[in-house]
């Protein structure tokens, strides 16, 4: 019976939060909790506190007696608003490497797994935002330096953008993901070259192209804006 409980005040929860047009992580940051957490009190999987539920009628504008047992939708005397955003913003994860490496990625799979999400400017991720969502990668490594990109930094890929030879690209290279700049020349070889003297560019060869994967455009980095162009 608790479980039943818990499974309908987690449905409450996620057709309420829905019908606020309320993504998940806005929600979790309200509360103070992960995402994933708030993944969990949604599919009824784990206890809500009774301080936590005062919280969750608060930030869905709804009473505790209905979160509870679903009667009455109505608004708290102090329900807390939707915070006004200008410029408009979309929750972006924030990914380790380990996450794109292998075959790839899927949405729908590691959206209840992302740790940390990133507010972000809807303009400021570069160019389109669907089908596939703009993310940040942590760097790992110096290789790219001199373009600005230093090792622990936080970039925005797009993959929705078209990446062109002279870009700074998100690469997937045997099932090692990385940041590098990349030169598509005519005779069908790829450069992946990186902005640091110390390291050497990689070359793809014309026969081994299907195992490069290019992820996204380098589109962005946290705190110097768009990267410095290493060609």
Request: proline share 7%; with cysteine.
């Amino acid at each position: 019976m608790q479980n039943d409980a818990a499974k309908n005040i987690g449905e409450r929860i996620k057709a309420r939060r829905e019908a606020l047009g309320m993504k998940r992580p806005e929600l979790a940051r309200r509360l103070g909790v992960e995402p994933n957490t708030l993944y969990r009190y949604e599919i009824g999987s784990i206890g809500i506190k009774d301080s936590i539920k005062e919280k969750i009628a608060q930030a869905l504008g709804v009473s505790l007696g209905y979160l509870m047992e679903g009667k009455g939708l109505q608004p708290v005397s102090q329900r807390l608003e939707p915070e006004p955003i200008v410029p408009p913003q979309i929750y972006l994860p924030v990914l380790n490497q380990e996450a794109c490496a292998g075959g790839g990625f899927n949405w729908s799979d590691v959206e209840s797994e992302v740790k940390e999400w990133m507010p972000w400017p809807t303009l400021e991720t570069g160019g389109p935002t669907g089908p596939d969502k703009p993310y940040f990668v942590r760097v790992e490594g110096e290789s790219m330096i001199g373009a600005n990109i230093d090792d622990g930094c936080l970039i925005l890929i797009n993959p929705n953008i078209e990446v062109r030879s002279g870009d700074i690209a998100y690469i997937r290279w045997q099932e090692r993901c990385s940041v590098k700049g990349i030169i598509f020349y005519r005779d069908g070889r790829v450069e992946l070259r990186p902005a640091n003297k110390d390291f050497r560019s990689i070359w793809v060869e014309k026969e081994d192209i299907e195992n490069l994967a290019v992820l996204g455009k380098v589109v962005r980095w946290l705190n110097m804006g768009v990267p410095k162009s290493i060609f």
